[in-house]
């Protein structure tokens, strides 16, 4: 089964033709504890394999290391690989605990000249705003990334958490092929607002952590007491103390629909989040982040699972039952604005 290729779609009205699902590449050499740099890069390649062509990056993840990272894979199949990155955030030198975020005009040209330089190539495939600085018009922030546009540095633009209202002025300054948001299980707050306008306007859904960075998969319960020092995980509310619990608890009915399928939890939650697309009118890609190429086949696998009406109920009041925040700060997120 997971030799199979995956099925493709269209991201978004006239946007890049692309796997069904992609790949988030942050994990490889950021955020989530020490990588083995090898198999992060055979991981690369069978996902390729597999027909998952979306590869996902961004300048502020390692300051820029990721995108190195992940530039020799890139730019030997450069006509396969769509290639996504994103600007806005960088890290406040003065407290590495603290983001920054920036989207006026002369950041994002310094920002996409770093980006390009980082990745070896003449022009970015989808190209993202990261995070929503409210002080700065959006009518400023997408004009300076049309330009992008016109001049060959960027093909297709992305936002990254906005709001429904967001993504509709910004869709009146220029096309915006995809929305990046967090969407799972656990994780259902644009369904309020994002979902219908991307629905309404033809743009595409790319949603991140699809497997709750982890969670929903059961590889950790406790990420202060399981996870390494530096993994990201150990400062999000719901994977800590007594949320963890709970949160815990709310897998069983993936286990057990998971067990009926032949599958496993990761794969339901995956399968749950691609049925989306056909029940709410829009190309939907998740990109699941992985090192291994064991785990690419699996999540791959997920694309054929079909989940039947009484799964889906099943699955259905799990996200309002979650404990605790997506992050400690949801101030920069969509719902911190919906």
């Not at 310094?110 to 002080?135: K, P, W």
């Not at 400023?140 to 002025?169: D, P, Q």
């Not at 749950?272 to 699996?298: C, D, H, M, N």
Request: hydrophobic share 40%; with cysteine.
């Amino acid at each position: 089964m997971g030799n199979e290729k995956i099925e493709t779609v269209e991201l978004g009205n006239g946007g890049p033709r692309v796997g069904v699902q992609g790949l988030g590449c942050m994990g490889m050499s950021f955020a989530y504890g020490p990588t083995d740099a090898d198999e992060a890069r055979a991981t690369l390649e069978r996902a390729l394999e597999l027909g998952v062509t979306l590869f996902d990056t961004a300048d502020m993840y390692g300051m820029g290391e990721n995108e190195k990272f992940i530039a020799p894979f890139v730019r030997a199949h450069r006509d396969q690989v769509v290639l996504a990155t994103k600007f806005a955030l960088s890290v406040d030198p003065d407290d590495p605990t603290k983001r920054v975020i920036r989207n006026d005009r002369a950041y994002i040209r310094q920002a996409v000249e770093g980006s390009l330089r980082r990745l070896g190539v003449d022009e970015i495939d989808l190209y993202y705003m990261h995070r929503r600085e409210v002080n700065v018009p959006l009518e400023e922030s997408v004009g300076a990334m049309a330009e992008l546009v016109a001049e060959g540095k960027v093909k297709y633009l992305g936002l990254s958490e906005v709001t429904g209202r967001e993504l509709r002025a910004a869709q009146a300054v220029h096309p915006i092929t995809a929305v990046q948001s967090e969407w799972s299980l656990f994780s259902r707050d644009i369904e309020d607002g994002v979902v219908q306008a991307a629905a309404e306007l033809g743009v595409g859904l790319v949603p991140y952590s699809p497997l709750g960075r982890g969670f929903l998969t059961g590889a950790f319960v406790q990420a202060d007491k399981e996870l390494a020092a530096d993994d990201f995980r150990r400062q999000q509310p719901r994977f800590t103390g007594d949320n963890a619990a709970v949160n815990a608890a709310l897998l069983e009915p993936v286990r057990a629909i998971a067990e009926a399928h032949g599958a496993t939890p990761g794969q339901i939650a995956l399968a749950w989040l691609q049925q989306q697309a056909t029940a709410r009118g829009l190309a939907v890609v998740p990109i699941p982040g992985t090192r291994k190429r064991s785990r690419v086949e699996e999540n791959t696998a997920a694309t054929r699972i079909r989940l039947t009406e009484q799964d889906l109920a099943q699955l259905e009041p799990i996200a309002g039952q979650v404990a605790g925040a997506r992050y400690a700060d949801m101030t920069f997120t969509s719902a911190g604005r919906e």
